[in-house]
Nanobody, 123 residues
Framework: VQLQASGGGLVQAGGSLRLSCTAS????????MGWFRQAPGKEREFVASVSWSGGTTIYADNVQGRFTISRAKADSTMYLQMNSLKPEDTAVYYCAVSRFSVAGRGLTDYAYWGQGTQVTVSS
């Protein structure tokens, strides 16, 4: 079971980044996927999720309209396009595979987690 997240970095406020997460086919078949983030001293929080079909997406209120989640089933890759970044978006971002075909907001909905990728937004 392997999830590989990439694409993090340092960006100025108002800028954009695109995160990618590649999962092995065995773990992602018929499963939704999601992104979470964790800032220093804070709990891990839900960012966005996408269903197995790609037809259902869910966003946290504080990223709605700025972030877009998508997935390419052919190669089990998930993306998070992040626009209009704010300093409060600074965190380690984690990708995860859900236990269900429609991925929800809860941490316990997810069975597999990747290593994080650092996103830092400067003011």
């Amino acid at each position: 079971v392997q999830l590989q997240a990439s694409g993090g970095g340092l960006v100025q406020a108002g800028g954009s980044l695109r995160l990618s997460c590649t999962a092995s086919r065995r773990t992602s078949s018929n499963n939704g996927m999601g992104w979470f983030r964790q800032a220093p001293g804070k709990e891990r929080e839900f960012v966005a999720s996408v269903s197995w079909s790609g037809g259902t997406t869910i966003y946290a209120d504080n990223v709605q309209g700025r972030f877009t989640i998508s997935r390419a089933k052919a190669d089990s890759t998930m993306y998070l396009q992040m626009n209009s970044l704010k300093p409060e978006d600074t965190a380690v971002y984690y990708c995860a595979v859900s236990r269900f075909s429609v991925a929800g907001r809860g941490l316990t909905d997810y069975a597999y987690w990747g290593q994080g990728t650092q996103v830092t937004v400067s003011s």
